[in-house]
T-cell receptor, first 114, second 115 residues
Framework: GEDVEQSLFLSVREGDSSVINCTYTDSSSTYLYWYKQEPGAGLQLLTYIFSNMDMKQDQRLTVLLNKKDKHLSLRIADTQTGDSAIYFCAESPSYGGSQGNLIFGKGTKLSVKP | DAGVTQSPTHLIKTRGQHVTLRCSPISGHKSVSWYQQVLGQGPQFIFQYYEKEERGRGNFPDRFSARQFPNYSSELNVNALLLGDSALYLC??????????????FGNGTRLTVT
């Protein structure tokens, strides 16, 4: 079946690193995504990783992918109060009629304390 | 450059009514998708279109329909509204054919409240 799982809450202090974890089930997914949603807003694409990569770094963001364990993580270095939001992990299966659809987790609410 | 734009931003309807939501993709993007996000959940896939053809449909009843126009904009229609249809409806666009899985870019959504 298709299921993306994330822990629901994470609280960190400003300046610390945040690590948000995600597990997915579909090994056919070609891309895995991280989106950010601030209150009352839509989804902002943060970063994505192709399934044949292990790691991708983009400024303060580092994505790690363990295909064997179907585990994806997002590390935010030097977390700021402006990083407080809900972070969604999403997989993109590449079989049959599901090509191009995204399957989202329930989101991890990141709270950054000053 | 303008991102994905959706209208209206907020909408209140009564059970049994019909609603039409509109979306304009990023300029140059030919594929549009619709997602429903219920409070406290992740977005759920409703429809996907590419070059005016339906390229996928999620597990939603026939009360939900959509179409894509020659200018690549799109409409989502929901008939016979139920209280459970209250949600944030998100439109997203991507540059090419969905089979190539290019990244999806989302708009800010339409908040639909059914009373």
């Amino acid at each position: 079946g298709e299921d993306v799982e994330q822990s629901l809450f994470l609280s960190v202090r400003e300046g610390d690193s945040s690590v948000i974890n995600c597990t997915y089930t579909d090994s056919s997914s070609t891309y895995l995504y991280w989106y950010k949603q601030e209150p009352g807003a839509g989804l902002q694409l943060l970063t994505y990783i192709f399934s044949n990569m292990d790691m991708k770094q983009d400024q303060r963001l580092t994505v790690l992918l363990n295909k064997k364990d179907k585990h994806l993580s997002l590390r935010i270095a030097d977390t700021q109060t402006g990083d407080s939001a809900i972070y969604f992990c999403a997989e993109s299966p590449s079989y049959g009629g599901s090509q191009g659809n995204l399957i989202f987790g329930k989101g991890t609410k990141l709270s950054v304390k000053p | 450059d303008a991102g994905v734009t959706q209208s209206p931003t907020h909408l209140i309807k009564t059970r049994g009514q019909h609603v039409t939501l509109r979306c304009s993709p990023i300029s140059g993007h030919k594929s549009v998708s619709w997602y429903q996000q219920v409070l406290g959940q992740g977005p759920q896939f409703i429809f996907q279109y590419y070059e005016k053809e339906e390229r996928g449909r999620g597990n939603f009843p026939d009360r939900f329909s959509a179409r894509q126009f020659p200018n690549y904009s799109s409409e989502l229609n929901v008939n016979a509204l139920l209280l459970g249809d209250s949600a944030l409806y998100l439109c997203a666009s991507r540059i090419g054919d969905p089979i190539y899985n290019s990244p999806l870019h989302f708009g800010n959504g339409t908040r639909l409240t059914v009373t």
